[in-house]
């Protein structure tokens, strides 16, 4: 851009200019919800009776002493390991497969990222009905193996994991062909003309160079695998026997089902807040102090 | 990059922990209504019928009852009535964000084990003044209005009756060598019946189903099991469950029983009740502890009777939805012109009657449509040896996808095996809160 046609308090106020739509939308959509739940986490507040006052730390204190609290942390942990492990395995893979040229490639480009233009809800839909032993054109199968998809909690917890692979891995192969692509041609050439195998340039190479690529996948993807709601509430609702039960949803049933308390949900949600910002900030510290 | 990032952290948000901020951003806006406009108690026995437009939500397993009467109501009267339906498992946040908010419609029905809860907060006007001007009060279900009523002021009135009734597919049963009009007497029977109808071996059908993950399908059929051996489920207060006692046990013993034998649909286990009813309905089950409000959507010959409980008797759940005045209404005497006319024999026998369903009012059980169907007769029989629980924490304790008593159920049944009493523990438990 060129900046010296413009004076300094001029470009500033057009700066501002610029900024201020999305400004407006952050303060509103954003500040303004998230000092308000902060105040329902301090307060009693009943779903149907609304505030009632303060009642620090009593929200918190019903929180923690959830008795789904502690599982549902586990089990989110559990999910966000699987989730991230496999989708960035195979996003990267998917993209070193696409990465070179063949005659195949726009064709398998675009039915890996296909998944990835449905929603996660109608996606999830779409899978309750697959993985439905009634109406699942798969019904005869469960039915001769005697197995359902989502009838014991480790079936419940790999299928539902399948369905995010298959949803985001097209999401993640697109992130990682970018970052590939960044990668200067000469310096696979210099590996290639000092011998190094494809193995060695694939971890002394691409590797290393791949770091802020890698860096924000995995915030991207743990941030998204730790606020999971959407798949486990249509397809499993928490089940079998509350063994997929994530933490937003358990957010969703104290506010909704059941215990009808904005008031525990909102501390809830503020303790996952916080949970979320320290996990980002170890990361991001993570990738950079090994990079420098 | 950076834009998708934080694009994509926004929206996960938004689905996380704005759950509830969009409820409250909702509930800030509102707050101080106490009702106003027209008062209730002085609408006159009929309420007023000046042309207004009311606002009528339900959930949506009630929606063919619900656009029955609004369309009789709409065709007869100045007053226009607008329905609004909303799924089965998004009701109570509705009415809980309206409810913060200010912004309840002027009717609303709420599923009866719920509306101790609800008047108890709050959110129905009074209308006892109203109810008690009428001439028939005696004869309007007795389960629905005492649900309703707190401190001896009735708020609530029958909207739709549901009840639990066993229903069998008569083809089945005769294809099965079981005779087409007899009903199982006891529970026993029952199970003996749906694994005759398995053993046929017939492909896709079986012998019974029921919702194993659907907390509040499973309160529907098996409370009245326990009932109709003279067992209870729950202390008179709703503080305390009683579902380890004996009768209750013989229930799960039976089922698990069932279960084992392969004449359970398989899909049961992990049905949360979108679909409980949908494999009888095609034809594909034998027999089934099924709602009444089918009948009339059931597309071949049924049978129907109470539900037999493990040493015989009948009994069956008063479930369904009652109805009442938001207190956010501001047309209340035009909201009770409605609820008058809908316990109105017109409504009750021309518009409920005729469509097979189960009338809210006593005297007008034995009417022309019930007389041509017997089926309906032993309906409102049994309707009447029927019971509804009353319990404050009802949803969180038994409808609640993760509630104790689905917990208990699921041990008892699917796992044979789990600790009862400590299971029922945790019901009461939750009860007591």
């Known amino acids: 851009m060129s900046t010296n046609a413009w004076p300094r308090n001029r470009q500033a106020l057009l700066g501002w200019l610029y900024a201020t739509p999305t400004a407006v939308f952050v303060v509103a959509l954003f500040v303004v919800p998230l000092l308000l739940v902060i105040k329902m986490s301090v307060s009693r507040w009943p779903l149907l009776s609304g505030d009632q006052g303060i009642n620090a730390p009593d929200n918190f204190e019903k ?189 969703y049933m104290v506010a909704f089902q059941g215990q009808n308390d904005l008031g525990v949900a909102a501390a809830i949600s503020v303790i996952v807040l916080v949970a979320l910002v320290v996990v980002n900030a170890l990361q991001l510290r993570a990738f950079r102090s090994e990079r420098s | 990059m950076r834009r998708a990032f934080g694009r994509r952290t926004d929206r996960r948000w938004l689905a996380g922990v704005l759950v509830t901020a969009l409820a409250l951003g909702v509930a800030a806006c509102g707050g101080d209504d106490s009702g106003g406009g027209t008062d209730v108690a002085q609408a006159g026995p009929n309420g007023v019928d000046d042309g207004s437009e009311l606002t009528l939500w339900t959930r949506a397993p009630l929606e063919k009852q619900a656009k029955l009467l609004v369309d009789a109501y709409n065709a007869g009267h100045q007053n226009k009535v607008k329905l609004t339906v909303v799924p089965n498992d998004d009701y109570v946040a509705k009415v809980g964000a309206a409810a913060g908010s200010g912004g309840l419609p002027d009717l609303f029905a709420a599923d009866i084990v719920y509306v101790p809860n609800w008047v108890n907060q709050g959110l129905f006007q009074d209308l006892s003044a109203n109810i008690n001007g009428l001439s028939f009060k005696d004869s309007i279900n007795k389960g629905h209005l005492a649900a309703g009523t707190v401190d001896g002021k009735a708020h609530v009135l029958p909207f739709v009756l549901d009840l639990s009734m066993l229903f069998w597919n008569k083809k089945l049963f005769k294809e099965a060598g079981l005779d087409p009009e007899k009903a199982p007497t006891t529970l026993a029977e029952y199970a003996a019946d749906a694994k005759a109808v398995q053993a046929m071996k017939k492909s896709g059908v079986y012998g019974t189903a029921a919702g194993l993950n659907c907390g509040g399908c499973l309160v529907f059929t098996w409370f009245p099991a326990i009932w109709a051996s003279g067992g209870e489920v729950l202390s008179a207060d709703g503080k305390e469950s009683k579902l380890g006692d004996e009768t209750a046990q013989k229930v799960y013993s039976t089922w698990q029983d069932l279960w084992k034998s392969g004449a359970v649909l398989p899909s049961s286990e992990g049905e949360t009740g979108p679909t409980w009813t949908a494999a009888f309905t095609e034809g594909k089950v034998g027999l089934m502890l099924y709602p009444a409000t089918l009948l009339s959507s059931t597309p071949f010959d049924v049978g129907v009777a109470g539900i037999p409980g493990p040493s015989g008797g009948a009994s069956t759940f008063v479930g369904g939805d009652g109805i009442g005045v938001s207190k956010d209404s501001k047309k209340a005497a035009q909201a009770w012109n409605f609820l008058s006319w809908m316990m109105s024999e017109q409504a009750q026998v021309e518009v409920l009657a005729k469509d097979k369903d189960v009338v809210s009012r006593a005297d007008l059980a034995n009417n022309k449509y019930a007389a041509a169907d017997p089926r309906l007769v032993t309906i409102n029989e049994v309707a009447g040896k029927g019971d509804t629980p009353v319990a404050l924490n009802f949803q969180q304790a038994f409808n609640a996808p993760n509630s104790p008593w689905l917990t208990l159920v699921r041990n008892q049944v699917l796992k044979a095996g789990g600790d009862l009493q400590k299971d029922n523990g945790e019901i009461t438990a939750v009860l007591k809160q």
Request: with cysteine; hydrophobic share 50%; glycine share 6%.
């Open chain 1, 63 to 251: 929180a923690i002493d959830h008795r789904f609290f502690i599982d549902s942390v586990v089990f989110t942990v559990k999910y966000t390991v699987l989730a991230t492990v496999l989708l960035l395995v195979l996003g990267l893979g998917l993209a070193l497969l696409v990465q070179e040229s063949s005659r195949w490639n726009n064709l398998l480009r675009a039915s890996f990222l296909i998944p990835s233009a449905l929603g996660l809800a109608s996606a999830s839909l779409l899978f309750y009905v697959f993985y439905s032993p009634y109406a699942s054109p798969l019904a005869p199968l469960m039915k001769s193996w005697g197995f359902t998809f989502l009838g014991s909690p480790t079936a419940a917890l790999v299928s539902t994991t399948f369905l995010i692979v298959w949803r985001y891995a097209g999401f993640y192969m697109v992130l990682m062909l970018v970052g590939l692509q960044g990668i200067p041609a000469d310096v696979f050439e210099a590996a290639r003309s000092d011998g190094a195998t494809r193995w060695q340039t694939f971890r002394k190479v691409t590797l290393p160079l791949l770091r802020p690529t890698l860096a924000l996948t995995t915030v991207l993807c743990v941030t998204g695998s730790l606020l999971a709601f959407e798949q486990f509430y249509i397809l499993t609702k928490g089940g079998p026997d509350n063994s997929t039960i994530t933490v937003v949803q358990l957010i």
